[in-house]
């Protein structure tokens, strides 16, 4: 079965730099985007960006241009997000999700990472 | 448009039916059919009820239905259950940058 598990909690100071793994199994890693979506406590979801991960290739919202990275390693079949500059806005539940049988819906979702940022 | 425009809340009876709106416009809704829904319980990832504006995934019950007309799309639940009881948000592709709109999300309540 269609399985994302993502890395645990993580705390940051404002301006330090976060890393969030997604590690797909179930399917084959290399078939279907992944898509990182937030949500900040209370509000609503937030999508962030996606990577193909056959060829690398993303697609970030402009909000998060110049501050997402979104990358992966197709030997493990796992993708990252990393979001740079943090600030006590950032913080949120961090999730993965595949778009298995729409590009542009999340069919299959990682249990979420919260990253707080805090001084 | 920074978003979608979802009731903040609706509430039925065991056994009725509702419906959930989604208000966007004509560079969203209303032009692409990557419309979708997802329900979201309490301190849980979201799951994908509805994509393509009617499509459903398979696993999930027949009861749950989406449609579009216009700039508005619509998913409806029919024979409400208790663990019906969640938060619902729609999503939509969009033409410019921001690439996915959220709605602010529903809070269904089964009385």
């Known amino acids: 079965q269609v399985q994302l598990v993502q890395s645990g909690a993580e705390v940051k100071e404002p301006g330090a730099s976060v890393k969030v793994s997604c590690k797909a199994s179930?399917?084959?890693?290399?078939?279907?985007?992944i898509h990182w979506v937030r949500q900040a406590p209370g509000q609503r979801l937030e999508w962030i960006g996606r990577?193909?991960?056959?060829?690398?290739?993303?697609n970030y919202a402009q909000k998060f241009q110049g501050r997402v990275t979104m990358t992966r390693d197709t030997s493990i079949s796992t993708a990252y997000m990393e979001l740079s500059r943090l600030i006590s806005d950032d913080t949120a539940v961090y999730y993965c999700?595949?778009?298995?049988?729409?590009?542009?819906?999340?069919?299959?979702w990682g249990q979420g990472t919260l990253v707080t940022v805090s001084s | 448009q920074s978003a979608l425009t979802q009731p903040a809340s609706v509430s039925g009876s065991p056994g009725q039916s509702i419906t959930i709106s989604c208000t966007g416009t004509?560079?969203?809704?209303?032009?692409?059919?990557?419309v979708s829904w997802y329900q979201q319980h309490p301190g849980k990832a979201p799951k994908l009820m509805i994509y393509?504006?009617?499509n459903r995934p398979s696993g999930v019950s027949d009861r749950f239905s989406g449609s579009k007309s216009g700039s508005t799309a619509s998913l409806t639940i029919s024979g409400l259950q208790a663990e019906d009881e969640a938060d619902y948000y729609c999503?939509?592709?969009?033409?410019?940058?921001?690439?996915?709109?959220f709605g602010g999300g529903t809070k269904l309540t089964v009385l």
């Open positions: 999700a595949t778009a298995y049988t729409s590009a542009w819906s999340f069919d299959f």
């Open positions: 179930g399917y084959t890693f290399t078939d279907y985007f």
């Open positions: 990577i193909t991960p056959y060829n690398g290739g993303t």
């Open positions: 004509s560079g969203d809704v209303g032009y692409y059919n990557y």
């Open positions: 393509d504006v009617s």
């Open positions: 999503t939509s592709y969009t033409s410019t940058t921001t690439y996915v709109l």
